[in-house]
């Protein structure tokens, strides 16, 4: 609907009059953006971008020497921002990616939100998170859960400060506008500190469900998934494969998803998270898929092809995986390479929107 070189002045004069008027009265016609709006695949405005752990500890550190952590303010995390995404505190257009950082004895306040959260640790110990009234321990390798309007704080029983990842689903819900926030007591009760919480004691055990617990329900109630399941499950999918029975993903690439153990499905409605283990030396086929993912290396090192560019990665380095941008993982030839991954996964599955693509086979 471009205007013919027969337009006369007086037909032109009276398009962009038309446009003056759209204008005026907020309105935008399709036929000048359709590009942007539908294309062809998804082009995203995030960017694939690296965060060293190497920065990123020291600064954290530097943050809990200079900025207190209290009432108000909340918690002492510091957000990886796409570089793509304006400035905005977001590590993609859907997820929120934060280093949280708690000093010697430090206690961060209860609140609640319907954003849904997750930790993982990378080092360290003494902090424990109380969700809903639950105190569940922090150690390294521990995946832990903060489903959405559940009440939740942090305290460090230790006199060493701690460091680890957070994962909301902040963006998506800010950018739905369904944000919910509450304050919880301003006082923590940080007397007891059992090594397991009441949650895993009740839902922790491999395929056992509490019969008076029966049902389905959004999120796991699982408030902690500890390195030692989660190391052992890897090593033995690799034990098996060497054995020459069935396990791994692919060959020489463990993999295991987080999963709530009243549906089988992901452990959040919004968001998903998987542990992935290559050989030394191995290669993944390159895949792609509809919405983002993040990445943080637990141990070993590589490197990754993702877009145009390639990275090298090594201990706690974090890097996104912006959607529709094809990923090759490249373990070093040393030692294996451990990998934390999250993604945003459940939104686009249950509004029939996901796709993924494996070395140019598509799936639906
Ligand atoms: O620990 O409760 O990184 O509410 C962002 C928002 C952590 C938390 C974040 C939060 C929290
Ligand atoms: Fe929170």
Known sequence: MTTTSAATAAEQAALAKLYR?????????????LGD????????NARPHCWRWSTLAPMARRAGDLVPVGRGGERRAIALANPGLAGAPYVSPTMWAAIQYLGPHE???????????????????GVWTVVDGDPVAMRRGDFLLTPGWCFHGHYNTTGKPMTWLDGLDIPFVRQTDSAFFEFGADQLDT?????????????????????????????SP??????EHTDRALTDQLELEDQGFPGVVEPGHAAIRFTNPTTGGDVLPTLRAEFHRLRPGVTTA??????????QVFSGAGRIMLGDEEFRVEYGDLFVVPSWQPLTVIADDNA???????????????LHQY??????VVTR
């Open 222 to 227: 699982i408030a902690a998934y500890r390195w």
């Open 37 to 44: 709006l539908m294309p062809a695949q998804p082009t995203s």
């Open 107 to 125: 206690t961060a306040p209860e609140h609640r939100h319907s954003q849904n959260a997750f930790r993982f640790v990378i080092e360290g110990e």
């Open 21 to 33: 008027d759209f204008d005026t009265e907020h309105l935008v016609p399709l036929w000048t953006q």
């Open 286 to 295: 390159a895949t792609r898929e509809v919405g983002s993912s993040v990445y």
């Open 336 to 350: 294996e390479l451990d990998l934390f991954r999250f993604s945003d996964t459940p939104i686009f599955e249950a």
């Open 355 to 360: 796709r993924r693509e494996t070395s140019s």
């Open 191 to 219: 007397a007891p500190t059992p090594h397991l919480s009441r949650s895993e004691r009740l839902w922790a055990h491999p395929g056992l469900t509490p019969l008076a617990q029966h049902g389905p329900r959004p999120s």
